[in-house]
């Protein structure tokens, strides 16, 4: 299921960037006390008790010369259609202003959850200043300070208090959920319909036609499947209108929906910076990933052609070196017939299960092979390892000292574990945890 979305909404230098970065746990957003400098778009994943979200600061919705209530409106406007709940910020300092109140009678209409919050109240002394922020209809006003952290934990309550009910996932636990990321025109939506056969999915060579993700439900060989078709992401200099400032938040939701990402590339432009940002939303999800190169009917190639650019995908992908990698076309639907055997796979590896005395087998053997590192006369000792879940397949290590466990080694036992079990086309979590 998706997470919950929350958006911070409110006139210029209320804070909003210091308050979104103190959700989140780092400096993300760019703090300065002038209007208006947040001038990118701003979201992120948080969490508050056992609630998981993702969070978006609208300060950086940059609408360009529209006049500055304009402005507000037109930020207010898309959060309030991708959110769950609104945020709604104010400035204690200042008390109500013309400002405020047009963005309240904007989220009136929103008929979405709305808490208030009054904003820079620093001190105790300061809290009767807040009673006249019940003015803007949204009931009782929680007093926080940005600055110093203080009243968060009760905002974040009330938050939560909106979240929409964990529903069971609409699909059976037998169907392969996955979803099409990637730049603008490479072509996700001609191989959605490649796929399902019809014209589903509007197909055009303007960059953007796909505004909202689409689940699209079909069957392939006995095998039940649903398409996630996503909006393009654009890279962040070039987001121009504001239909899109969110593209890559809606990409974010189809990517926890799916089981398995497919991350296309464009075979003529090759590849770009963007596409690397692109496959690491994926990757960091957790989920199973394929990378398909689109548009290979179109590529010049010879013998050597598909192994060099194959190559280049590893040098520049070495975070996806689990990811199998497909070349196809779907205008010609040239080699079409590689990708469903791929997406099984790589679903199957993400939902597998390694019995545990198999598995410590294999990690006493790699110790065996490579002892385990030293760090200041201390060795690191593994005692035992167990899997604690799938989707994606997570190892806890149980040793004597968790800090003893270098990134190196870890990877070294990653890839014994990936030698003795596959688990192509999924990554895997390693977590040491002391014994006791």
Partial sequence: MAKPVVAIVGRPNVGKSTIFNRIVGERISIVEDIPGVTRDRIYSSAEWLTHDFNII?????????????????????????????????TNGREGVTAADEEVAKILYKSRKPVVLAVNKVDNPDMRDQIYDFYSLGFGEPIPISGTHGLGLGDLLDEVAKHFPRKQEDEYDDDVIKFCLIGRPNVGKSSLVNALLGEE?????????????????????????????????????????????????????????????????????????????????????????????????????????????????????????????????????????HTLMPMINMASENHALRVETSVLNDVIMDAVAMNPTPTDKGRRLKIFYTTQVAVKPPTFVVFVNDPELLHFSYERFLENRIRDAFGFEGTPIKIFARERK
Avoid: C
């Fill in 200 to 336: 589903r999915v509007i197909v055009s060579d303007i960059a953007g036609t796909t505004r909202d993700a689409i689940d699209s439900p079909y069957t392939y060989n006995g095998q039940k499947y649903v398409i996630i078709d996503t909006a393009g992401m654009r890279k962040k200099g070039k987001i121009y209108e504001t239909t899109e400032k969110y593209s890559v938040l809606r990409a974010l939701r189809a990517i926890e929906r799916s089981d398995v990402v497919l991350v296309v590339l464009n075979g003529e432009e090759g590849i770009i910076e963007q596409d690397k940002r692109i496959a690491g939303y994926a990757h960091e999800a957790g989920r199973a990933v394929v990378i398909v190169v689109n548009k290979w009917d179109a590529v010049e190639k010879d013998e050597k052609t598909m192994k060099e650019f194959e190559q280049k995908i590893r040098d520049h992908f070495q975070f996806l070196d689990y990811a199998p990698i497909v070349f196809l076309s779907a205008k010609t639907k040239k080699r079409i």
């Fill in 57 to 89: 600061d609208t300060g950086g919705i940059d609408i360009g010369d529209e006049p500055f209530l304009e402005q507000i409106r037109q930020q207010a406007e898309i959060a309030i259609n991708e959110a769950d709940v609104i945020i709604f910020i």
